[in-house]
């Protein structure tokens, strides 16, 4: 059973920066995608970020890009999402997600993924 585990989430004002960790168990991490999502209040689920850790591939969606940056560390079985110059905007709760590496959908359909995570609240003050 996979199971992924999010930290790092916190309370920061604008231009702050946060780390998110997500340490994926129960799959085989090189042949994953894994996945960041938030969620707004009153909003639909986003694709933030997303990595295949077997084959070095990276994507950032283009509302954050140049400010967040996705990496991992393979042999730790983690994703990290790492956040700077955050602001209010941001304010969601993350979720990372895992799925497997050949499944069909582009990185940003949550389809694709079939596993997820608790989720980490962020909060960015003006």
């Known amino acids: 059973q996979v199971q992924l585990m999010e930290s790092g989430g916190g309370s920061v004002q604008t231009g702050g920066s946060l780390r998110l960790s997500c340490v994926a168990t129960?799959?085989?991490?090189?042949?994953?995608?894994m996945g960041w999502f938030r969620q707004a209040p009153g909003r639909e689920r986003e694709p933030v970020a997303a990595?295949?850790?077997?084959?070095?591939?990276?994507y950032v969606a283009d509302s954050v890009n140049g400010r967040f940056a996705i990496s991992s560390d393979n042999a730790k079985n983690t994703v990290y999402l790492q956040m700077d110059n955050l602001i209010p905007e941001d304010t969601a709760m993350y979720y990372c997600?895992?799925?497997?590496?050949?499944?069909?959908?582009?990185?940003?359909?949550?389809?694709?993924?079939?596993?997820w995570g608790q989720g980490t609240q962020v909060t960015v003050s003006p």
């Open positions: 997600a895992a799925g497997p590496q050949a499944a069909a959908g582009r990185w940003t359909s949550d389809y694709r993924y079939n596993a």
């Open positions: 129960g799959l085989t991490f090189r042949r994953s995608c």
């Open positions: 990595l295949y850790p077997g084959l070095g591939e990276r």
